[in-house]
């Protein structure tokens, strides 16, 4: 389940009611796939071949499909990131730079754990910690950036609206202090 992590203040919150009702306040899309759908051979596997990849989508098409047709989404893969991918260093300094999109940004963890940092109007950039099944989308137009934690691990569904809509405009945010 995710967790929030507020950096001014270093107010956490915890717990699937409190979790979605912040991430609700902010907008911000919060589900639950159901992790034990996945078969144990995708369990915590970060090298995945494409049909291993194609497994995790028919696992939760039904979800994704669901998704799709609430959404608008067309179009939908697989991401895994582990120290196994090359130019992991460059991937991640490039995922930690602030930066917006004009569709929104949709994720459902699998496996491992990352982190979205998200912009709120009201009390700054805020943390929320991702375990896997849990599905995050980050509203178009608003400053994030994503990063992995300390194991640098991860599986994600990705979902897009667009094919070649899915573009990055970096933001240089003064008011954004790393953690
Ligand atoms: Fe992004």
Redesign the pocket.
Do not use: I, R
């Given at each position: 389940m995710a967790q929030i992590r507020i950096r001014n203040t270093n107010e956490r919150i915890e717990g699937q009611e409190q979790v979605k009702a912040f991430l609700d306040s902010q907008q911000v899309v919060y589900e639950h796939w159901d992790i034990a759908k996945l078969p144990d051979s995708l369990r915590e596997k970060f090298t995945l071949s494409d049909q291993e990849k194609a497994q995790i989508l028919s696992t939760y098409d039904a979800e994704i499909r669901d998704l799709a047709a609430r959404r608008g989404y067309e179009i939908w893969d697989v991401i895994s990131l582990s120290d196994a991918t090359p130019n992991i260093e460059e991937l991640l300094k490039k995922f930690e730079q602030v930066?917006t999109?004009t569709e929104d940004?949709i994720r459902a963890i699998v496996a491992g754990k990352g982190i979205f940092i998200i912009k709120s109007e009201e009390l700054g950039y805020f943390d929320v910690e991702l375990e896997p099944g849990d599905v995050i989308s980050?509203p178009e137009n608003t400053n994030?950036f994503?990063t992995l934690m300390d194991n640098r691990q991860i599986v994600a569904v990705r979902l897009f609206i667009e094919k070649d809509g899915w573009i990055?405009y970096n933001v240089d945010d003064p008011e954004f202090v790393k953690a």
């Open positions: 930066h999109h940004e980050v994030h994503f990055a």
